[in-house]
């Protein structure tokens, strides 16, 4: 019987074949209800070979492994930029942010993005990215926050920055 054949003779149905029996993970080695697996259909009745709880911690021990890696591919796939070209532009801007000049600690980096065209514009300090997207890029709610900010410190011209 050829590889093709056994496949054909499996349900399409799969989780109904078993459908109370536990399972065994092969990552804790313990038998688990079925709820506790994820459906993966490459697998002959229908669930993954390790539980959630497994499968989760392989994921995130992976992502801890080389979090560089993983920024770099997230820029390269969300903004379509290359390593080397986040590189340079942190080169460029000599590790300061486009908006308040502040030195940007590598982990607090963010590629700044026009949300209409998905062009990318500069890198950011955290703190000023994060005010860009609660102001929804706005130049003019920018302004006005502004003129609040000015109109109040002359009214209290104690207050500091």
Do not use: W
């Amino acid at each position: 019987m050829t590889k093709r054949q056994r496949h054909r003779n499996v349900s399409r149905e799969p989780l109904a074949l078993f459908p109370d029996q536990p399972r065994l993970c092969t990552g804790c080695q313990q038998l688990l209800p079925r709820s506790a697996f994820h459906r993966a259909s490459n697998y002959r009745d229908g669930l993954a070979s390790r539980c959630m709880e497994c499968a989760n911690a392989r994921v995130r021990a992976a992502y801890h492994k080389n979090p560089a890696r993983d920024a770099a591919r997230h820029r390269r796939r969300k903004y379509g930029i290359t390593h080397d070209q986040f590189e340079a532009m942190l080169k460029t801007q000599a590790n300061k942010c486009a908006i308040c000049r502040d030195y940007m600690p590598p982990k607090d980096t963010h590629v700044d993005h026009d949300h209409g065209s998905g062009k990318v514009r500069e890198l950011l300090c955290g703190r000023c990215n994060r005010t860009l997207g609660l102001v929804a890029d706005s130049p003019r709610l920018l302004r006005l926050m502004a003129d609040y900010i000015e109109r109040h410190r002359l009214a209290l011209p104690e207050a500091a920055d």
